[in-house]
Nanobody
């Protein structure tokens, strides 16, 4: 299963970006989705997650209040709206899909499929 992430770029501190992630129609409405990020030298870390219907959203404390995850099941696309970006938000952002119905959503092991990553650079 191929996920396609896009929308990264260079933005000044305090700016905004919106990331997108497309998934195959045959699976999208049946999977939970999430965003992770990985900065150089760091482990991949959880950013946000969405339930299958988009009713429930979850965020890392570091992005809560600044980032918003959403999904449009009619377009098979998930989004991450990132506002008030900080230099420490700079990383490669990955989208991921999880098929299990368990409540766990914040570790890389909870996800079955991954996108290729999109680079976000924040200038100070």
């Amino acid at each position: 299963v191929q996920l396609q992430a896009s929308g990264g770029g260079l933005v000044p501190a305090g700016g905004s970006l919106r990331l997108s992630c497309g998934a195959p129609r045959r699976i999208f409405s049946n999977v939970g989705m999430g965003w992770f990020r990985q900065a150089p030298g760091n482990e991949r870390e959880f950013v946000a997650a969405s339930s299958r219907t988009g009713t429930n959203s979850y965020y890392a404390d570091s992005v809560k209040g600044r980032f918003t995850i959403s999904r449009d099941n009619s377009k098979n696309t998930m989004y991450l709206q990132m506002n008030s970006l900080k230099p420490e938000d700079a990383a490669v952002y990955y989208c991921a899909a999880r098929t299990a119905y368990s409540g766990s959503y914040s570790t890389v092991y909870d996800y079955d499929y991954w996108g290729q990553g999109t680079l976000v650079t924040v200038s100070s």
